[in-house]
């Protein structure tokens, strides 16, 4: 927390308000980022009916291979994401919004592999709504989605990474890939 800020954890007993303003924290920037990329704006795109839009598939059984494997690809997304989620709250004690970041550094879980698990969840739900739906709309909303988030990263993100942590921060993208996890020992931060 910030100094001066109480915690919400006094005598080992979490405080209910600060809890509840956390969740509220979280859920909001859930709602407002995540949940529109990977929500809101496939529904649009589907229910637009777009020139050229129609399934990859005939309605064979490659359609049913489909629908599975982009179901479990949504699944997988959003277990990456929970978990990203979950450790920006315990251990970088902020919200996935830039408005709300994290006040530590987080490097532990999927954050060892890469720099940027969270987004590689969101891009593998939207990767398995294009195949769940045989959508080439969803596949250059991913496409798209992929794009912004490269020029963010590069542009904003970690440039504010590094005013915000320094040399720990340096010393993390040395070490860690952004997007694609090394086959080697080396993608880990120790």
């Known amino acids: 927390m910030l100094a001066g800020m109480p915690t919400p954890v006094q005598n080992g007993a979490v405080r209910p308000v600060a809890s509840a303003i956390m969740l509220v924290r979280h859920l909001a920037s859930i709602l407002i980022l995540p949940f529109m990329v990977v929500v809101v704006v496939p529904l649009w795109l589907l229910s637009a ?7 990859w598939f005939d309605g064979s059984v490659l359609e049913r291979v489909g629908t599975v494997a982009g179901g479990m690809l949504v699944v997988a997304g959003f ?3 929970a978990w990203c989620v979950m450790l920006f709250a315990r251990v970088g004690r902020g919200t996935l919004a830039p408005w709300d970041p994290t006040r530590a550094l987080v490097a532990v879980g999927p954050y060892r592999h890469i720099r940027n698990p969270m987004i590689t969840g969101v ?4 990767a398995g709504e294009a195949l769940v739906f045989g959508s080439r709309t969803i596949a250059a909303w ?8 490269h020029l963010y990263f590069l542009l904003i993100e970690e440039p504010g990474l590094v005013r915000r942590f320094g040399e720990s921060y340096e010393a993390y993208r040395a070490a860690v890939p952004r997007w694609l996890p090394r086959i080697t020992r080396q993608s880990t931060v120790e």
Request: aromatic residues 10%; neutral net charge; hydrophobic residues 65%.
């Open 49 to 55: 009916r777009l020139p050229g839009e129609g399934s």
């Open 123 to 126: 891009a593998t739900m939207l």
């Open 79 to 81: 277990a990456l994401f």
């Open 142 to 149: 991913l496409a798209l989605f992929l794009v912004i988030n």
